[in-house]
Nanobody, 121 residues
Framework: DVQLQASGGGLVQAGGSLRLSCAAS????????IGWFRQAPGKEREGVSCISFNDGTTYYADSVKGRFAMSSDAAKSTVVLQMNSLKPEDTAVYYC??????????????WGQGTQVTVSS
């Protein structure tokens, strides 16, 4: 079974940085992508970023472009979301998810548990 373990959340002041990690394992296929999502209280879940291991393309929501950067290790076992210039509106529970060619299909079949990110003003 695919397992995803997100970590690295915490409390930070506006303008600060946090680094989230997603440990991924159990894939039986190679054409998987991993995405980061977030959900704030009372709001719908929002896609934040996605990395396609087929061609190395990364995708970002407009709200985080230029501030967040997604990367992975060579083994594709750990995906990192570096979050800089954080804003109070970035406060949410962040999740990593994976699926087959999911960056384009938007179909993420596997989800990790969330990690809380709180940005104080």
């Amino acid at each position: 079974d695919v397992q995803l373990q997100a970590s690295g959340g915490g409390l930070v002041q506006a303008g600060g940085s946090l680094r989230l990690s997603c440990a991924a394992s159990g894939f039986t296929y190679d054409d998987y992508d991993i995405g980061w999502f977030r959900q704030a209280p009372g709001k719908e879940r929002e896609g934040v970023s996605c990395i396609s291991f087929n061609d190395g393309t990364t995708y970002y929501a407009d709200s985080v472009k230029g501030r967040f950067a997604m990367s992975s290790d060579a083994a594709k076992s750990t995906v990192v979301l570096q979050m800089n210039s954080l804003k109070p509106e970035d406060t949410a529970v962040y999740y990593c998810a994976a699926g087959r060619s999911s960056c384009t299909s938007k179909d993420f079949g596997s989800w990790g548990q969330g990690t809380q990110v709180t940005v104080s003003s």
